[in-house]
């Protein structure tokens, strides 16, 4: 207002800001192609574009041999693509030297793989330590506290020394998602980590994985059809959506 007088201007409508939820994953053009033989190849993927935001929790479905597992390992950088980009907290992982895709996977991502991959010489502490070990990131004097707390939190405090031969399956799962948080990576990739699990046990390892992951801001991405999980899920994408479907199932000639 204008001073001895009343203004004669509307008053402006507030501008509300819109904050854009930054991408920790972000696919473009990715393609994959497996070789069969005799001059073939299957392709599994073609993925036009896709992104997950950071700090959500994402389910990924679909019908076994849709790509589900495949897409986990290009993003976690095990294999690459055959064509495309994915780039990772901004950083494009598939043009990285194994060695650099090895130390970057060991600080920014941590891998709950469907079939484990516990080293059964040694024990549930030692399996998760050892991660630690490798990629460097927490400090070494806190390395064994950290490793117990997290496998405590999951409902193994009574199998630190227990090796991997020596625990059920749903207990080998529970060591390898405690692997897979412990060096407090900002991405966690989880293939179908409730699978082994009964229904009570499943519901208690899942609220307790969602909880560490929202606590540090973790992005979860995770391949599920358990409906406890799909229930948790920010969003829940079917990867035939995104994958086009003559791509899965195209198989091509070679000249």
């Not at 009343?6 to 070789?35: D, I, N």
């Not at 990739?189 to 009964?198: G, Q, V």
Request: hydrophobic share 45%.
């Amino acid at each position: 207002m204008i001073a001895g007088g009343a203004s004669s201007a509307a008053p402006r409508p507030q501008r509300r800001l819109m904050t854009e939820v930054p991408a920790a994953v972000t696919l473009h053009g990715v393609k994959k192609a497996f070789p069969l033989g005799n001059g073939r190849t299957l392709d599994a993927l073609n993925i036009e574009h896709w992104a997950v935001s950071a700090g959500s929790c994402t389910v990924l479905t679909g019908p076994s041999g849709s790509g589900k597992t495949t897409l986990l390992n290009l993003i976690a950088g095990v294999s690459l693509p055959t064509a495309g980009t994915i780039a990772v907290h901004d950083t494009d992982i598939s043009v990285l030297p194994e060695p650099r895709r090895d130390r970057f996977r060991a600080h920014h991502i941590g891998y709950v793989f469907q079939t484990f991959n516990l080293l059964s010489a040694f024990t549930a502490l030692e399996n998760v330590m050892l991660s630690m070990m490798f990629a460097d990131a927490i400090p070494k004097p806190e390395q064994r506290r950290r490793a117990g707390e997290i496998l405590a939190r999951l409902g193994l405090a009574a199998r630190l020394s227990h090796k991997p031969p020596q625990l059920s399956r749903g207990e080998q799962q529970r060591v390898a998602i405690a692997r897979a948080l412990a060096n407090r990576p900002p991405l966690i990739l989880a293939d179908e980590p409730c699978a082994s699990l009964d229904a009570s046990t499943a519901r208690e390892v899942l609220d307790e994985l969602l909880s560490v992951c929202r606590e540090a801001g973790t992005t979860l991405l995770v391949v599920s059809h358990e409906s406890a999980v799909l229930a948790a899920g920010d969003q829940v994408i079917d990867i035939t959506t995104i994958n086009r479907p003559e791509y899965r199932v195209r198989f091509v000639e070679r000249v």
